[in-house]
């Protein structure tokens, strides 16, 4: 029988080929967060819940984003997750690396929004081509572990199954986001642990 457990960190992102974390942003007063927001996955034989309002978590952004203004051209790295700021254990997804005319992306980040949160199937991190778009996924309890530590296996994904734009109640844009992912994640040292049966369910506003 398997063990449901809230705890923990999980940090799922696309991320840009040099490794940094970003430090989430405290939005609890943040319009677009109802329950229904959420990321599962199994370690083992022990299934892991993480759900909005549910264990003092909360659906959070962990948003960064490259500017070059003298040459008209940005990156966009959006993130979502859920955080419980009391204990800092924390689950994101980030999508990174995605290469924009700066004007263009200003003037429409919806448009950007729905380019990069595209329905479709997305890529791991590639040491032999670290400037791509990839997925990078995170685990922390206690020491963190990321996808991008190592080489996945061939059955690692993370796919988006649906993604719908809104706009919150300031007329921000943002893109609810459903998908799968299965995948290995590292520590430092080489130290793997493999996520299996994973979902998520959350919101994505641009950098």
Avoid: W
Avoid at 58 to 80: E, R
Avoid at 123 to 133: C, E, I, L, R
Avoid at 134 to 153: C, I, M, Y
Avoid at 177 to 199: E, I, M, P, Y
């Amino acid at each position: 029988m398997k063990k449901i457990i809230t705890m923990g960190l999980i940090l799922l992102s696309v991320t840009a080929c040099q490794e940094e974390e970003v430090t989430p942003v405290d939005n609890s007063t943040a319009t677009t967060t109802p329950n229904s927001y959420y990321i599962s996955f199994d370690i083992g034989s022990t299934s892991y819940l993480i759900e909005n309002g549910v264990d003092g978590f909360q659906a959070n952004m962990s948003n960064s984003k490259d500017v070059d203004a003298a040459n008209n051209f940005i990156l966009a790295h959006p993130g979502s997750g859920l955080i419980n700021f009391g204990n800092m254990h924390s689950y994101y997804i980030s999508f990174n690396n995605y290469q924009f005319q700066l004007d263009q992306y200003s003037n429409d980040k919806a448009a950007a929004l729905a380019s990069i949160l595209s329905v479709g199937n997305y890529n791991f991190y590639d040491a032999a081509n670290p400037g791509n778009t990839f997925v990078d996924v995170s685990h922390k309890e206690g020491t963190l572990f990321k996808a991008e530590n190592g080489t996945q296996p061939s059955t690692s994904t993370l796919s988006i199954t649906e993604s719908t734009a809104a706009t919150d109640g300031a007329g921000e844009p943002y893109q609810d986001v459903k998908g799968t992912f299965s995948c290995q994640v590292f520590d430092s040292s080489g130290n793997a642990k493999t996520l299996s049966n994973g979902a998520f369910y959350l919101y994505f506003y641009a950098p």
